[in-house]
């Protein structure tokens, strides 16, 4: 869709089917975040119910997540192929199919089967929800509409593992997934209803053959990628099945470029990182989210060694970001689309920087006020990131390749997510005395090695704060583009 926005008026019929539209946008995401992280507290659950270890338990999670991370780039290929109203509307039916199928699973392995089937589904919806934004909406809603799916984000993960708590603990288990199942079939109706028919698609038997083979080595390598940094830890970095995964992931990785390169019609087209501006913005991407997931995976540690707090206290302090986020990413995406939102993603990446040297500087102080400025200043600083950083890396997408940058977009988060707490986790593990991991820690250890303990957090945290410098200078290198577009502001 193209308009003049600064001039045109825009009638209460398509200002309404736009909100339909954000909104279906929103419960995709939502939904999607929200069942990466509903099983959470149920897993102990899970496993007494079908008589199986925590290990075996846990694949209910990693089913899902490397399913939907391994497909992301496959469908935002058959989103520029086939239409995006189709693969919203397919992605909304699986993710359903895949939520039913869960919830009257008989045995374990089905239901990491049917977990398999939703984050296909979630892959499919999440990659053309947020690649609908820009080829729908006028570009004076943009990062409104971005704010919006920014704050569906925040509360499904959020929301997730507490409410996964409550359906298990006051229905059952099986609840957790069959409640998407009639807010799955109202969303098909909203997306059927609302968007626009696909046009413009050129007739299958003019079509390039599609690349399976490359689809293939894409879902091998991202999944077996995905794996080895999950479950490095657990199984160790040297163990045999984590250096295989990641020989597994080299080998097709590589031979995916290589196969992108000649084919007549690549997954991804490796033409779209000679954008610079794009590719600089996929990579403040990338290190932001190490930022942000190494973060949060290591600040309930340090409340609970350092600070003596009990778990539900832990729980009440890090809901500060959250409590904060929310309000600010609405206003956030709204303040995107009147000015360059390069602009405000170098603000909050230099707003990161601060808060986490900061804390790294502070933390070894009395109190719990070092841990709650940093909450306070983090979750200002992403919540003016994520929705201007979404905007300006689809704003970059080249014409009629919004598919392929939001599958980009989608799996550098993920990818992001996953380094960053291996960066963090190894950084604190490698600064504590020998013998000593995070997993080891007590309070009658860390009372005898508290000055060894503290520095390992402060070397995480200042590791922290590096990679938020970096991803500061390269908001900087990024959207020169988008500048232009908002050259009279």
Known sequence: MTMDTSTAVIDPEEKRRFRWIVFSVA???FMVRLDGYIVVISLPTLARYFQVGTSEASWVILSYLLVMTGSTLIFGKLI?????KKIFVW???????GSLLC????????????????GIGGAMMITSGMASIPHYLPENIVGWAFGICSLANSLGIMVGAPLGGLITGFLSWHW?????VPVGILAIVIVKRNLPADQNRPPLAERQPFDVFGSILSFVGLTALVFALSRGDDEGWQSGIILTAFAIAGVSLLAFYLRERTVRDPILNLKIFRNRDFSFAV???LVALMLLSGGNFLIPFYLELIKGLRPEHVGAVVMIYSVVYMPIAPFAGRLSDR??????CTIAMFLAFVSCLVFAITLPLPGLFPAVLYLVLLAVSYALFFPANNHLVMSLAPEGSQGTASAIYTNTMNVGMVLGVCLFEGAFSQALPAGLSTMSLTPEVIRTSLASVVGS???AFFVGAFFSLLAFFLSILSGRHASAAHGNQ
Not at 91 to 97: A, I, N, Q
Not at 103 to 110: A, E, M, Q, R, V
Not at 176 to 180: D, M, V
Not at 339 to 344: A, C, E, S, T
């Open 457 to 459: 957090f402060q070397l």
């Open 80 to 84: 520029d192929r086939v239409g995006l």
């Open 283 to 285: 990579l403040t991407t």
């Open 176 to 180: 957790i997934f069959l409640i998407n």
């Open 103 to 118: 919830g009257l699973s008989p045995t374990i392995y089905l239901l990491d089967a049917a977990r398999c089937v939703q």
């Open 91 to 97: 992605g909304y039916g699986l993710f359903t199919l």
């Open 339 to 344: 000015i360059n939102p390069r602009r405000l």
């Open 27 to 29: 419960l995709a995401v």
